[in-house]
């Protein structure tokens, strides 16, 4: 007990202080956006090998659609790395995007991130977005700008569908054609009423050092952390939440009944063998276990993996009861620790910049 409060409690409340103390000044002091992105463009023959595979799938899915590919593109001022692909059709005006990232920041792990997104522009300033990313925003949308998050559409079809089934209320705002020499002169503009929006909401600030360049605020700052540890953000689907459920609770569930019951003898052999108390096999059985639900959770909940994996396994073991406060603590911890090496093992493979 600390100052009465049970100890596990305190733990867990003094690792998210420590979130605070630690990603605060890390988020405002090392993130930042130019206010206008520079672009370089990349030929088809300076694609790694994994991005001319990746292509080679997509574009064939977007052909289908009535969309061709035209320039890649390279930022060359943001923090990271990115490659765009453009997809443009002459008889819908919509466009769409193909976003490699990977984020790159001085004390931060890397975080690759692939996205697909749906634009239409209106004559009146209206902007409808269409997009799959698996991050949830902590910065706000310009007025006027619509965001349709589609986080379990993977692919392009049934992505468009959904753009086209929105804009179809939006025909009154006039929807307008660009052509692809159009996407830089667009791009600037748009980028320049969102960072001054931005900056209206007191969300970035100017750099003191470089005017150029905007960095985040306290308040955006805390929103980002705040998002971090929200289970609910970013990934989150109700499938992927009802698939992590079935292995996070009802296979430990399945399993500790088991070693509880018909499968007693297993710990009574293990104990035997080995030396160890009876509780300290069942604590050694309890890990394997989380073991593989740790991997399993970690590849479906990719930026959520170890906060779901460990409030799963700790509310279980704490409800069931079976050990005690420390070696729950430590199950759920190593869980959790298992689901981020698997999360970040799968990302790894995703990663294409």
Same mark, same amino acid.
């Given at each position: ?54 292509? *080679? +799938?997509? %574009?064939? @899915?977007?052909? !289908? $659609? ?7 593109? #390279? /930022? ?84 468009? *569908? +959904?753009? %086209?089934? @929105?804009?179809? !209320? $939006? ?7 660009? #052509? /692809? ?173």
């Amino acid at each position: 007990m600390l100052w009465g409060i049970p100890g596990d409690v305190a733990i867990f409340a003094i690792a998210v202080v420590a979130f605070f103390v630690v990603g605060l000044p890390l988020i405002t002091s090392r993130v930042s956006v130019p206010t206008k992105v520079e672009f370089e463009d990349v030929p088809e023959n300076d694609l790694t090998p994994g991005q001319s595979q990746y292509f *080679a +799938a997509l %574009d064939p @899915k977007m052909h !289908e $659609l009535g969309y061709r590919p035209t320039i890649n593109r #390279r /930022p060359t001022n943001m923090q990271g790395r990115a490659l765009i692909r453009t997809y443009f059709s002459d008889v819908d005006p919509a466009i769409v995007m193909m976003n490699l990232m990977t984020s790159e920041i001085e004390g931060s792990p890397e975080q690759p991130m692939n996205y697909l997104e749906i634009i239409t522009r209106y004559g009146d300033g209206t902007i409808l977005s269409t997009r799959n990313a698996e991050i949830s925003e902590v910065l706000e949308p310009v007025p006027g700008h619509i965001i349709q998050e589609r986080r379990g559409l993977r692919e392009p079809a049934p992505l468009k *569908a +959904a753009h %086209d089934r @929105k804009a179809e !209320e $939006l025909l009154v705002h006039g929807p307008t054609y660009s #052509r /692809p020499e159009d996407f830089e002169p667009v791009f600037h503009e748009f980028h320049e009423r969102w960072c001054r929006h931005q900056v209206g909401r007191g969300l970035l600030v100017p750099v003191s050092d470089d005017p150029e360049r905007l960095r985040p605020t306290v308040k955006t700052g805390l929103r980002g952390i705040a998002n971090y540890l929200n289970p609910l953000a970013d990934n989150f689907t109700l499938p992927r939440f009802l698939t992590a459920l079935v292995f996070g609770l009802v296979v430990p569930v399945l399993t500790i009944l088991w070693l509880t019951g018909p499968g007693a003898f297993v710990i009574t052999r293990l104990a035997s063998a080995t030396g160890f108390a009876p509780i300290t096999c069942v604590i050694a059985c309890l890990a394997v276990m989380l073991t593989v639900v740790g991997v399993v959770v970690g590849l479906i909940f990719v930026t959520k993996a170890f906060i779901w994996c460990f409030l799963l396994t700790y509310v279980l073991l704490r409800l069931v009861g079976l050990t005690g406060i420390g070696a729950t603590f430590g199950l759920s911890l190593w869980t959790g620790v298992v689901a981020d090496w698997a999360a970040k093992s799968r990302q790894k493979r995703q990663k294409l910049v």
